[in-house]
């Protein structure tokens, strides 16, 4: 749904027609996207218009980075021991 709403706005029957699935499987997925601040949604009469939040998936994207840097770090102190050991 990500990749999809990366396309651009989408409503929830475009979302459900993209992937083949129930509406209301379709709706439970977004709204935990929402919750988490993922997806917005823009509600005019009865159609529901979803964009994606790219800052939220930065904010993601920089603690993943961090948590990349944290591990390599332990792995080259790691290395290092090894290498001293042979």
Do not use: C, N
Request: avoid cysteine.
């Amino acid at each position: 749904m990500v990749e999809r709403l990366s396309g651009g706005v989408a409503t929830v029957g475009d979302v459900t027609r993209d992937f083949g699935v129930s509406k209301p499987t379709i709706s439970r997925h977004l709204k935990l996207l929402e919750e988490a601040g993922v997806v917005s949604r823009v509600i005019d009469g009865r159609t529901h218009r979803l964009a994606l939040r790219p800052e939220a998936l930065a904010e993601a994207s920089d603690w993943i980075e961090s948590q990349r840097e944290r591990w390599e770090r332990l792995f080259d102190v790691v290395d290092e021991y090894l290498e001293e050991r042979k």
